[in-house]
């Protein structure tokens, strides 16, 4: 059996009852942390935008934009959502390999469009398509073992994951599949202009890779094929792109080990990159019970491709102007985390961003390449990072954070989902009560024994 053939088969015959457990638990954290990050970004410029968007062309009112309670087609709904999902980089993220792939944001938003375009698709089968659409596309992003920050070519591999939830969705066969997986080479797209320049890019993309997917998928339903051999094709995506790969990283354990299971949560709303440094000085605020006007300076060493990430260009990352140049910014969210003893989503928005306190700390700021971490961990953006705290009075604290908290050995659970989905409605468009909220966490955490979904469409619409 040929590789792609390999593929297809386990997107399709993955079941509830062959998906380990784990993954299924943490494939239903992905569907609520989704959910949550788009009800926390409804407010944002750019969810208006993807609205907007989506408005100029209208179309069969089948699809839920979520909160606003407005109708779409399927594939414009999951634009919408899914770029409203990643509006404030506060989705989750896969961290155990040498580019970041953001996998629910990219998948789950297809998957309950077309849920709801279905009705007679079940929980079961959904948090079993999220769950196997993650794995396929986590698995394509770590085999690529060249770095986007080398290359300039980021998660061109992110449509096959939505077009593998639509496919197993679409209740496609193996030969529709096939052409729907072919098809999406033609949306295969990726690049990383958009951090260098912290564009609106950054959030959209998620949306027309969604959008893409799910596309592809119908495409080949009514009938369109597609490139037979869209992976290892003479012309395929790894010997046109990424021909650096490692097929034990996309092949081995496929269809026993479930890696959505190793996916990481963001307890804040900024790049994963800084979140070592975030977690590292809210516990040392919290155990030598320090505030930001006691500190002196802050001390961080990371490995270079985090700092050419979150630290570079100069002009930006220290002074940032827009809210999406903060988040990816390492020296504004330690100085957010040290002088405020957190890091929520108000501290990224404009009037948050000159601060005049957390300014002050960000120029008591030092960040260099760590050798240590350059020597162990050089191959890898999310680097770990070390803290050092100096004190009015002398006294100098420090800690180094290999694994925040959210990383997959220091994980999140359904309840923290829960907890997060009602901080991010605290800045929804419209507010949601807190019943409401309850009930979508209840139902998320039961989702493989939904007989139907239409509960939880009617509860993504905010009430006024």
Known sequence: MDTTTELIRHVLDSDLETIPAKAIERAKLSILDTIACAIGGSNDPIAHSARDLAALSGGNPECTVWISGGKLPASLAALVNATTARALDFDETYELCINGCHASAYDVPPALALAERDSSITGSELVSAV???????????????????ETGRDNMVAVWGATAVSAKLLRLDEEKTRNAFGIAYAHAAGELQMYEE??????????????????????????????????FGRYGFYKAFEPAYDL????????????????????????????????????????????????????????RL???????????KWDPKEPVVARFSLPYATAVAAQRGQVVIRDFLPDALTDKAVRRIMGV??????????????????????????????????????????????????????????????????????????????FVNDLEKQPTLKPLFELLVARQ
């Not at 985090?306 to 930006?316: I, S, T």
């Not at 020597?375 to 990072?385: A, D, F, K, Q, V």
């Not at 803290?387 to 925040?404: P, Y």
Request: charged letters at 20%; hydrophobic letters at 40%; glycine letters at 8%.
């Open 131 to 149: 769950a196997t659409a993650m794995d396929l596309h986590i698995r394509l992003a770590r085999s690529v073992t060249t770095n986007a920050i």
């Open 365 to 442: 700021t030092k960040i260099e390449v760590d050798p240590e971490i350059e020597r162990t961990h050089g191959l890898y953006s999310n680097s770990p990072i070390t803290v050092k705290v100096t004190l009015q009075g002398g006294a100098e604290h420090s800690i180094r954070v290999d694994k925040a908290f959210g990383h997959p050995e220091n994980p999140a659970s359904i309840a923290d989902g829960v907890q997060k989905l009602k901080a991010c409605a605290e800045m929804s468009m419209i507010p949601f009560a807190a019943k409401q909220l309850d009930l979508i966490g209840e």
């Open 306 to 316: 985090a700092e050419d990430f979150v630290v570079q260009p100069r002009d930006q």
């Open 198 to 231: 912290a564009s609106h890019t950054v959030s959209l993309q998620q949306g027309l890779r969604a959008r893409a997917g799910l596309e592809s998928a119908l495409s080949a339903m009514v009938g369109f094929n597609g490139p037979r051999e869209p992976f």
């Open 248 to 303: 034990n990283l996309l092949m081995d354990g496929l269809g026993r080990e479930y890696v959505n299971a190793s996916i990481s949560f963001k307890p804040w709303p900024a790049c994963k990159c800084v979140h070592p440094a975030v977690d590292g000085l809210l516990q040392l605020r919290k155990r030598h019970q320090f505030t930001g006007d006691d500190i002196v300076s802050i001390e961080l060493g990371l490995n």
